[in-house]
C-alpha cells in the first residue's frame, strides 16, 4: 500500500482546482450545479473534464441550487453516485432539499466553500453557510487548506456510502483564502482513488426493475419517529467510519486524518480552539508562544457533524482555560456554534477549563497573527486568574469599536 | 472493520427487506429512510376520505377526450376500452381539476358538496 505514496504528484493547485481534480478522479455518475461564487471555479473546471471525455459523468446544468440538490438526490436515489457543489446563498436555497437528503439517506458528497450570508451581501469567507446547516443531519468535514480539501473529499466518498452510515457529507473550504489561494498539493494516481473508493451500491436504487420500491413516502405518526431515530443512530455510527476510513487512507497517501488536529498540546496549559484555513496562522503564533516560553496549544477541528464531544472533551481537560474561536454567530446571545458545542461536550468533564468565545472574521475580515495572540494572551490571562476583570465570555475580535 | 451487531442487522435489512412490515416493528426493523420495498404503494392509502366536493359524471354528455383522466392527480379516474367509466372515489380528494378541464360546451363533469349525498350514504348504510 505504501507505492501510492511513492509516486504521488506534486501539482501547484488553488482550493477550488484541488476540489475539481478530486471530483475527477472521483469520476461520479452524475454532477447537478449551478454556479455561486466562490465555488464556481469548481463546477466550471469539472464541466471541462465532462466535455474533454476524462470523466463519465451526466453532468446536469440546473437553474438554480434547490434545482441542483433535488436534481443530486434523485439521481442518488436511482442508485447513481452523486455530487454537487455550492457555497453560501446556493447552500441556504438547497435549505429543504439538504433535509430531503439525509432523510432519504442518500450518501451525496458534496464540497462547500464558506462565504458570509446576506445581508449585507458579501462575497468572502466565514461559516454562517454551513454553521446554519449543521442540524440538517449532513456530516460536515472543515479543511485547512487546499490538500485537505483534496484528502477530505476523497475520504469523504467512502465515509457516506459506509452502509453503517449513508448519510450525506459537505466537506468545506474557507472562501478565496483555500479556494482561490494556490499553494503545492499532493495527488493520489487516479487509479489509487479509483480503488480507494470502489463501487457504489446503494442498497435501494429506484432504477432496479426487477425489486420496485418506495422511495421518500409519506410517513406520518406511525413510522416517523423510527425513520429518525435510525437517521441518529447512523450519525452515531459514523464515527467509527470517519476512524477506520482515515486509517485506510493514511496508508496509501501517508496522510493522517482525526475528528480534530492537536497543535503542540502535550504540555499546554491553555489553548484556543479553530476551524478551517485560521488554523494555519494560529500554529504560526503558537510557534512564536514556545519560543518564548509560553505553553500554549491548538485544537484545530476537522469533523463538525458528528461533533466529536467525548474525545475533545477529553483532550482539553487538565487545561485551565480554552478560547473557541468561531467565524459564525449563531445570534441567540448565547454565543457562536462552536463555542455552544464544546461548552456542552465539556458540562461532564471533570476537569472544565474556563471558555472564552471569539467571533471574529464574519464576511472576510482578515485574522492576522496580531489578533489570534491578543485572543492568546486574555486566554492565558483567564487561565492563571490575572485577568483584571472578567469581561464578557462571548468577545468580538477584530471588530472596530 | 469488524461490524457491529447493529450493522450486520442493517445490512440484513439492506439485502433481504421484508416487504411486509410489522406495525409493532422497531426503529431497528424498519428499511432505513423510510424506504418501503414496494413499488405502487400509493393505491394502499385512500385519499378520498379528504373531500369535501364530489366529481359528478354525465355518461351521456362525455364525448370520451380523457382529459379528466389525465390530468386528475390521484388517477382517480377510470377508462377501458377507450370509454370513460367514472370516478372511483375511494381515491377522488375532490379538488376539481377534471370539472374544470371538461369542455365548456360538454360540462360533463359538476362538482357538488359532499353534503348534498349524506341522505343518500345514510339510506345506503341504513
Redesign the interface.
Known sequence: MAVAVEIQKTAALTGNEAAAQAMRQINPDVVAAYPITPQTEIVQLFSTFVSDGLVKTEFVAVESEHSAMSATVGAAAAGARSMTATSSQGLALMWEMLYVAA????PIVMPMVNRALSSPINIHCDHSDSMGARDSGWLQIYSENSQEMYDNLIQAVRIAEH??V?LPIMVTMDGFIISHGMENVELLPDQAVKDFIGEYHF??PLLDVE?????????LQ??????K???A??MY?SK??IL?VAEEYAAISGRKYGFFETYKMEDAEYAVIVLGSTAGTAKYVVDQLRQAGEKSGLVKIRVFRPFPGQELSEALSGLKAVGIMDRADTFSTQGGPLYLEIKAALYHAANQPQCINYIYGLGGRDIDPPLIRQAFMEVKDLASGSAAEAGPTVRYLGVRE | ?T??S??KN??KV??DVDPDIK?N????D?????????????SQ?ATGDWRTIRPVWSKEKCINCHRCWLYCPDMAWISEDGKIQGVDLTYCKGCGICANVCPTKVHAIEMHPEDDFKDDEAVKEG
Open positions: 432523510g432519504m439517506r442518500v452502509p453503517n449513508l442498497p435501494y425489486q420496485a420500491k418506495t422511495l421518500g413516502p409519506l410517513t406511525d413510522f416517523y419517529f423510527e425513520h431515530r435510525e437517521q443512530e447512523a455510527r467509527e467510519v477506520a | 472493520m461490524l457491529s447493529q450493522t442493517l445490512l439492506h439485502q406495525p416493528a422497531g426503529w431497528r424498519l428499511p432505513i429512510g423510510g424506504v418501503i420495498p414496494q413499488g405502487g404503494t400509493a392509502f
